[in-house]
């Protein structure tokens, strides 16, 4: 193998792909990328791949082929060195023992490779039928769900995002939880998604993966599509493939609180600085912050056996009873930090039921928190 | 103590009285874990292979330890040492610091409650103890080493740079071999060498951290007796008699050790909320004990616990994580992440069947009552114990992380 290929467009396909690979596996040839070429002369390309095992991405990339071929490497240590070479062309020169000589201006790098049969195969997929949805609104999907999916191993089917089309408004939603809190939101995305006959369960890594692409500056459409066990997204030469989570979405919607006694609503930014304030003397992880609402008044609290107690008042518009609801400081930071709304209202119908958040200028998200017991 | 786990076996078993006994596994993978003073004679010391303990003293008596009784006698002793003062600070199950300071008027001075306290040791377990008494911690230790077999060394406010200056510089605190060859290469062989030395020498031979070498060997040890430090991990790994690589083995080991540290932090009323799976790969990859490669994988739990079924599930998780392609010679499970049960706040969960979490708990309080009264083999779960060449369970303690 032996191309030459623009120092940006490499270090581009190579930034793609560094959080796939698995720097702590059993599998060493996992931290690897796979660079394999496609056609000869100056229209040729490269590609560039890297999974493990569960998400798989690929990249193809212009450059220049003298000699077609394929060659696995370190992608962290390749990277490095792409990294801090001058804005130049790159030359990459295989040798029969599976170095990669590197030349860049008048740097040289031979680099340790492996041969490309050792490389396992990437996951592969390809659906009956893909859509075309806005980057965008994507993004906002994945960022209002996936905080409060499950970081849990024991389980596994709350380590990830669930997507399903609403069969009433036709909208797509995406929902997560891990079992203390849930968030989701509805979009209409336009059209139907392409094989999701029921819903799936899309593992937290392949959607953070998603997101990044979706946040690339040059990301407008992306092209999505699903089957029961895998799902692809791909925009303009990227290809990302996962292996969906095998299992069953608990059923969410009894949790989400149909009634509620008590609201108020509140600019989401006085709310979230006094909880910030509050929840710096909440006590060890659990993290208790109290609520006590009164008419027209708001009183945040907490205490911690060994530093003290903290409070802050609100002025709030409520006449309802005085009750006393405790949560997680660090649940209600989160959801109100994706909700990038001007406003919340929180509602919820006594002190040991799910309590409900949505923007006041977005009825279709929505997070729910469970309370605590203090 | 002295020699405690080989003196507590010469004490119950009068046969093996003034003979050399070594405590520890016998197999090709075992380990010294004390050897008596007779054993010592020919070399033996604990942490040493079992293999070169029989080559040194063939005739020998390897005894398998029972730590649990081992645990029971520390129990007695560390009584005897709250008789004198609250302030003890225990190091192992037969070490413990005691600041005695403001004692005077009820004991005498220190020599004379070491004295008394060393009759009450003796007079409630028949087992030597050896006492080091001096101003600062680390001198009372080396003291009572010096001091051993069955002694007391008392050090003097101003006798301590006396005593000190002789020792070798691999007697302080924190002087291991690699330390203890930089300090030989810049000419320091003695602790006297180091307290005499100008402070810039010693942070040239061992960088920032040497400063606080220097103060220990002029006597200048500032930490307190901390009477008690609060848990921040459980944990129990064992050692294969056989390299293993079956998944149902490995299970039922996750099993066993996930059951009793669970079993552990319930008895101590904590829960944890991470989950450590450890793993040595069988394979050698360099020479020497740690030339297996070690693997690690941990995860956090959404809800603390100390229910041993939750555990293995974690250890499971952990084990689907770590993707095993070779066999395994050691598996250990631990718990950090610790919280004291039950908290002053309890999260409130969304799926879990009502009262699920209180069932679980009643069942795990009735199987520790049983296990109380019968043993800890009384009832088990229903999966084969593996055999395991060794066993060690460990508590570390410290400060929490927030």
């Known amino acids: 193998m032996k191309l030459s290929i623009a120092k940006s ?27 394999s070429t496609s056609g000869e002369g100056k229209k040729a390309t490269l590609e560039l791949a890297a999974t493990d095992l569960e998400v798989g991405i690929r990249g193809i990339y212009e450059a220049e082929v003298h000699e077609t071929g394929a060659i696995t490497a370190s992608a962290k240590k390749l990277y490095e060195i792409v990294r801090e070479l001058p804005e130049e062309t790159i030359h990459i020169d295989v040798t029969e023992n599976s170095y990669l000589m590197i030349r860049c201006a008048r740097a040289e790098f031979n680099l340790a490779g492996n041969s490309a049969e050792e490389y396992p195969d990437l996951p592969s997929f390809s659906p009956e039928k893909t859509v075309r949805v806005q980057a965008i609104v994507l993004g906002q999907m994945i960022e209002r769900s996936i905080y409060a999916a499950s970081v849990d191993e024991t389980r596994y089917n709350l380590n990830g995002v669930y997507l399903e089309v609403m069969k009433e408004s036709g909208k797509l939603r995406m929902v997560a939880t891990d079992g203390h809190r849930l968030g989701y939101v509805d979009r209409a995305l336009g059209l139907e998604v392409a094989g999701l006959s029921s819903g799936v369960i899309i593992p937290r890594k392949g959607l953070a993966e998603l997101k990044k692409l979706v946040d690339e500056d040059d990301a407008d459409e992306i092209e999505i ?18 292996r969906l989570i095998e299992g069953e979405f608990p059923n969410y919607s009894q949790v989400i609180p149909k009634e509620a006694e008590h609201r108020f609503v509140l600019p989401t930014e006085i709310l979230a600085q006094a909880l910030r304030r509050v929840g710096l003397f909440s006590a060890e992880r659990s993290g208790a912050v109290r609520l006590d609402l009164t008419e027209n008044k708001l009183k ?19 006449a309802g009873d005085e009750i006393s609801i405790a949560f ?10 994706v909700m990038s709304a001007k406003e919340v209202q929180l509602s919820f119908q006594d002190a040991l039921s799910p309590a409900q958040i949505v923007p006041a200028d977005d ?9 605590m017991r203090v | 103590m002295d020699a405690f786990y080989a003196s507590i076996e010469q004490r119950d078993r009068p046969a093996l009285r003034g003979r050399p006994v070594m405590v520890g596994g016998d197999g090709h993978r075992g380990v010294v874990a004390a050897a008596s003073y007779e054993a010592r004679r020919f070399g033996v010391h604990s942490a040493m292979p079992s293999v070169e303990a029989r080559r040194l003293c063939p005739d020998g008596i390897f005894v398998r330890g029972d730590m649990k009784r081992y645990a029971r006698e520390s129990r007695a002793i560390f009584e005897v040492f709250r008789r004198f003062t609250p302030k003890v600070q225990g190091l192992s199950l037969d070490e413990a610091f005691l600041d005695v300071s403001g004692t005077e008027r009820l004991f005498g001075p220190a020599a004379e409650l070491g004295h008394r306290l060393r009759a009450e040791v003796r007079e409630t377990t028949q087992l030597a103890v050896s006492v080091g008494i001096a101003p600062v911690k680390m001198v009372a230790k080396i003291a009572s080493d010096v001091a051993k077999p069955d002694g007391l060394i008392e050090v003097l406010d101003d006798r301590v740079r006396e005593f000190l200056d002789p020792l070798p510089v691999s007697r302080l605190w924190g002087v291991g071999p690699v330390a203890q060859a930089r300090l030989a290469a810049a000419g320091f062989e003695t602790v006297g060498d180091v307290a005499r030395s100008d402070d810039g020498l010693i942070e040239a031979a061992l960088g920032e951290w040497g400063l606080g070498v220097a103060h220990l060997a002029r006597g200048e040890d ?6 008690y430090r609060e848990p921040v991990s459980y944990s129990e790994e064992n050692t294969f008699s056989q390299d293993v690589s079956d998944r149902r083995t490995l299970e039922s080991t996750v099993i066993a050790h996930a059951e009793s540290v669970a079993r ?24 020497g004990p740690r030339g297996y490669p070690l693997l690690t994988r941990r995860t956090t739990l959404d809800t603390p616990t100390d229910d041993g079924d939750v555990i293995s599930r974690a250890g499971f998780a952990l084990l689907d994580r770590a993707a095993l392609s070779e066999p395994i010679r050691l598996l250990g499970v631990g718990v950090t992440g610790i919280l004291r049960a039950p908290h002053s706040a309890q999260q409130l969960s969304m799926f879990d069947r009502p009262g699920g979490v209180e069932r679980r708990s009643k069942l795990n309080r009735a199987l520790d009552e049983l296990r109380d009264r019968f043993g800890s083999s009384a009832i088990l779960r229903g999966n084969l114990e593996p055999e395991r060449a060794g066993l060690s369970l460990q508590i570390k303690r410290g400060e929490r992380e927030e």
């Open chain 2, 222 to 227: 500032v930490s307190d007796v901390e009477p």
């Open chain 2, 264 to 287: 552990r932090l319930r008895n101590d009323e904590l829960r944890a909320r991470t989950v450590v799976l450890k793993l040595k790969l069988a394979r050698r990859r360099a020479p």
């Open chain 1, 300 to 318: 945040l609290s907490s205490n911690n056996p060994d530093l003290g107690e903290a409070r802050e008042e609100i002025d709030v518009d409520y």
């Open chain 1, 225 to 242: 599509g699903f089957d029961e066990s895998s799902g692809l997204a791909r925009k303009g030469d990227v290809t990302l493939v996962m």
């Open chain 1, 328 to 337: 997680n400081v660090r649940y209600l930071m989160d959801c109100l930090a």
């Open chain 1, 9 to 35: 467009e490499f270090q581009r396909g190579l930034t793609r792909i560094q959080s796939i690979v698995e720097k702590r596996n059993t599998m060493p040839i996992l931290a690897n990328v796979l660079l």
């Open chain 1, 363 to 371: 009825p279709d998200t929505l997070a729910v928190v469970m309370p």
